[in-house]
């Protein structure tokens, strides 16, 4: 396949990067836009991403200069910097204050770039890196929209919405993903409507053994559940908001539970 | 004149250990009998049932008690009875006993009773096996209370369910689930014997106060809805005379 120019210096400096890296045994999986692009998406423009364990990164970047990259000053704590000419070379090691694993090293696949193969990070924990960046001026969807379109059936989407779903730039993500359809399929649409959902913890409540409590009020309004009725002592409270929180991973649980008082004063009533 | 406490729904477990008996204090100068209306345990287990045990042995009046539906949960009803029994609970199921108090021979009948509706919204013996089964148990239930109810000598009779017989004293529970909470054929064979009062529970959410259409007091006792320890009913002698 013929690269543009740019594009074509951008993928020499990758491939000289990664077969330093793999010669000195440094573990690392290629990230970022090429990741995305050895996955199917478009050709980035822009630079080149490794990952690296934390406790790696100062040697990845000695690997770099000897192979003749200058070093750079990096402002960022979270990843060090390097140039093979005008191409700048990421080593991420904590990015969004995530600190990168053995296990996000293990799942990634060898994968051939331009034809030298490389661990190539797994789509969901790429797609993850990418929303986890999301933030108050972070906030433009364009590239990882362009990105999500071209993985989206490499992505579990689910431990995507698990694992970034409380964050509101990440939910608005899912929300423009779903709304256009590009993950139609997922777990959205798959969703147990509320009334539903309603009706099956409740009967779980009643029939768990840790809870058998029947007279639960469970509503369900968007991912916000309200518990309310009364139980018999403060511990089931505790029981009924676990089985609660286990039976619905993402929601928010409301206690409005009370408990069971008969402490009212004794009162005769003449029956006449 | 015969005063009957009466409480349903305690739902004892390990954690209510102790926690009820304290409450007990008083029956003695307020009522002549205590009426159990069933689910004294959470699970139906054994070890729960040592607890209810625990806290309602050796109390100053005689204690009569049916179960209910959750003292059934574990298939254990029949250890559940005997256990009680054993510290001198009279458990009753389909069965009368008499109090001599007082006032005068109380007779207390009780069946747990079961699930069925109310006229015009319940179920009945037509369909599937299933179907069948179920408004049968129902039917059997109150056949059971009439049979005891009746077989009582006693100067006053007051029965005892776990399930309700009538809807008033439903009121505050979904009108859905109202077929789940009780059965008319109950109320009907209370009218039948004159009952002067019929006590149940079951229907955490409902109300304390209702009646047959026969004119029985009927009395809601589940702890949620009494908020103190049992409820004190005084019956009068215009309602302990025999109306059959």
Redesign the interface.
């Known amino acids: 396949m013929e690269h543009e120019p740019h594009v074509k210096e951008l993928l020499t400096t990758l491939k000289r990067a990664a077969s330093a890296l793999k010669a000195h045994e440094v573990p690392f999986a290629l990230s970022g836009g090429f990741a995305a692009f050895a996955r199917g998406a478009p050709p980035s423009r822009k630079d080149v991403d490794f990952v690296v364990l934390p406790e790696d990164a100062e040697r990845a970047l000695r690997v770099l200069i000897g192979i003749g990259f200058t070093p750079a000053d990096a402002p960022e704590d979270w990843l060090l910097k390097a140039y093979d000419g005008e191409v700048e070379v990421d080593l991420l090691h904590t990015p969004a204050n995530v600190p990168i694993t053995p296990a996000t090293l293990a799942r990634a696949t060898p994968l051939e770039v331009d034809s030298v193969r490389m661990p190539v990070m797994d789509a969901t924990d790429l797609v993850l890196l990418r929303m986890r960046a999301f933030g108050e001026h972070e906030c433009d969807f364009s590239g990882p929209l362009l990105i999500a379109r071209a993985l989206r059936e490499q992505v579990d989407w689910d431990r995507v919405r698990a694992e970034v779903g409380d964050s509101p730039y990440a939910a608005a993500f899912l929300g423009l993903l779903t709304r256009l359809g590009v993950i139609s399929g997922g777990e959205q649409e798959g969703r147990v409507p509320p009334q539903y959902l309603a009706g099956r913890l409740q009967r779980t409540l009643a029939e768990d053994p840790r809870t058998a409590e029947q007279e639960i009020r469970v509503r369900v309004v968007g991912d916000d559940v309200y518990l309310s009725g009364q139980v018999s002592c403060p511990r089931r409270r505790g029981r009924v908001l676990d089985v609660a929180r286990e039976q619905l991973p993402g929601y928010r649980i409301h206690d409005e539970l009370s408990v069971v008082r008969f402490d009212g004063p004794i009162r005769e009533e003449r029956l006449t | 004149m015969i005063?009957v406490a009466a409480v349903g729904d305690v739902?004892m477990d390990q954690?209510?250990r102790g926690?009820?008996r304290p409450?007990l204090g008083?029956l003695a100068g307020?009522a002549d009998v205590l009426l159990l209306a069933g689910d004294l345990t959470?699970?139906g287990t054994v070890e729960e049932a040592q607890v209810v045990a625990d806290e309602f042995r050796d109390l100053p009046v005689p204690v009569v008690a049916v179960l209910g539906n959750?003292d059934y949960?574990s298939d254990a009803h029949e250890e559940i009875a005997a256990l009680l029994r054993a510290v001198g609970i009279t458990v009753v199921e389909g069965e009368g006993t008499v109090v001599a108090c007082p006032g005068g021979r109380l007779g207390v009948a009780g069946v747990k009773g079961f699930a069925l509706g109310f006229p015009g919204q319940c179920a009945s013996e037509f369909g599937e096996p299933e179907m069948k089964c179920f408004a049968r148990s129902s039917r059997e239930a109150a056949e059971r209370l009439g049979a005891a109810l009746a077989s009582l000598d006693a100067d006053t009779v007051v029965a005892l369910t776990h399930y309700a017989p009538v809807r008033d004293t439903l009121a505050g529970e979904p009108v859905e689930i109202f077929p789940f909470l009780g059965s008319y054929l109950l109320a009907e064979a209370i009218d039948a014997a004159g009952a002067?009062?019929a006590v149940h529970g079951h229907a955490?959410?409902g109300t304390e106060v209702g009646m047959t259409a026969g004119g029985v007091?009927v009395r809601n006792v589940a702890?949620?809805v009494?908020?103190?320890?049992?409820?004190?009913?005084?019956?009068?002698e215009?309602?302990t005379q025999p109306t059959r």
Do not use: N, Q
């Open positions: 005063t739902h954690e209510m926690r009820y409450r008083g307020d959470k699970h959750h949960h002067a009062l955490h959410r007091p702890l949620p009494l908020g103190r320890p049992y409820g004190v009913y005084r019956l009068d215009r309602t």
